[in-house]
């Protein structure tokens, strides 16, 4: 009868050992019993970027890369994204099932009358040079939070927890507006506690020189959907990033700021904009075949940028429907004149051979950056439109790791390549180099 278990030779040594799989894993602390001496710290894995090996176990986000499934709590994407609004799945993500309406009542009161930051962090954010970048802005200002509310350090505390969590999701699209605000040389503008979370946020950015600003009402669910498809994306880099952290038990404005500081960086939070600066060089549709012929190539290292993903290997689920709102989103702004050759570089791509058979599909974030665009966004916005969704998906998996029983404050092992113990060499010994 077969057995949940991996046998394991030792050809150094020829001793077998009998290693339980669970999950489909073993886990690699297993291997330690794999020596070739008492002296012998044991067997270890190498695994640079974490490619296959689970740091956690998780319940919130399940992705299948090859059949192209993201889910959140078992809901397909698209579902969501059609038939849902932001702080429903935000609800969702933190509690594991769909709220009735009475539950998100409750849940989008309690986020809408913490939009509000204190008046210092104002003055804090003044403090920035007038071209600080936006996400630069953002994540010291969340960092700053944690001085604000000291309770936050309480993370073993539910109620605490939830409090803080809700000053995180409701303080981000605030914060995100001031960085905008502020870069833009604009004075800021306060949360509208009568329009929604979206909402809110655009009047915010767009609002000047009135008391009110009327959000049209396709690019509010256009980016309410955008949120939804951006609201977790399982064990990304600056998921990562927030559990590691927040595997020391500091509190959650630390734990998130540091999914900031990786979602800051070119190859997470810019993907969008690469895609717009590779379109722009290409130029005219007329030169996509060009194009594409000098990727294929390799000649000038050009890339093929939006295409292909670490989890991915078809059709990024939110890639079908992040098009389908950018249509929407052109009817009412105008296509933006990158628009045709988005399409054209789809299309000959999508029946080319060398990238078929690479399994290099369009991601989430070809068309993003275009729907931003449309929508009066600078490209150093797009990494803070990321984070102010992202954030409660942040939140879930840290939570989620505070009350995993088994995490403990993360420590990987290193392999050592360095010298050998050696004596040290007196000043006036050394060799001059």
Known sequence: ?????????????????????????????????IKVGDDDFGLMGY??????TANCKSAITFIDGDKGILEYRGYPIEQLAEKSSYL??????????????????????LVTHHTFVHENVKSFMDGFRYDAHPMSMLGSTVAALSSFYPDAKNTKDELSRRIQIT??????????????????????IYPDNDLSYVANFLAMVKRIGTTTYKVHPVLER??????????????????????????????????VTAGIGALYGPLHGGANEAVLRMLREIGHVSKVPDFIKSVKSGEGEKKLMGFGHRVYKSYDPRAKVIKRVADEVFEVTGKNPLLELAVELERIAL????????????????????????????????????????????????????LDSEQKIARPRQIYTGQKRRDYVAMDKRAAK
């Open 351 to 402: 029946q080319d051979e060398y990238f078929v058979k690479r399994k290099l599909y369009p991601n989430v974030d070809f068309y993003s950056g275009l729907i931003y665009e449309a929508m009066g966004f600078q490209a150093e916005m797009f990494p803070v439109l990321f984070a102010i969704p992202r954030t409660v998906g942040w939140c879930a998996q840290w939570e989620e790791m505070v």
């Open 167 to 188: 000053r995180l999701i409701a303080k981000m699209p605030t914060l995100a507006a001031f960085s905008y605000r502020h870069t833009m040389g604009l004075p800021y």
């Open 222 to 255: 256009a980016l309410d959907v955008l949120f939804i498809l951006h609201a977790d994306h399982e064990q990304n880099c600056s998921t990562t990033s927030v559990r590691t952290v927040g595997s020391s038990e500091v509190d959650p404005y630390s734990a």
């Open 1 to 33: 009868m077969p057995k949940d278990t991996l046998t394991i030779t030792d050809n150094r040594t020829g001793k077998t050992y009998e290693v339980p799989v669970e999950n489909g894993c073993i886990r690699t602390n297993a291997l330690r019993q």
């Open 47 to 52: 695994d640079p970027a974490f490619l296959n």
């Open 88 to 109: 429903e799945v935000a609800y969702l993500l933190l509690n594991g099932e769909l709220p009735t309406p009475k539950e998100l009542e409750q849940f989008v009161h």
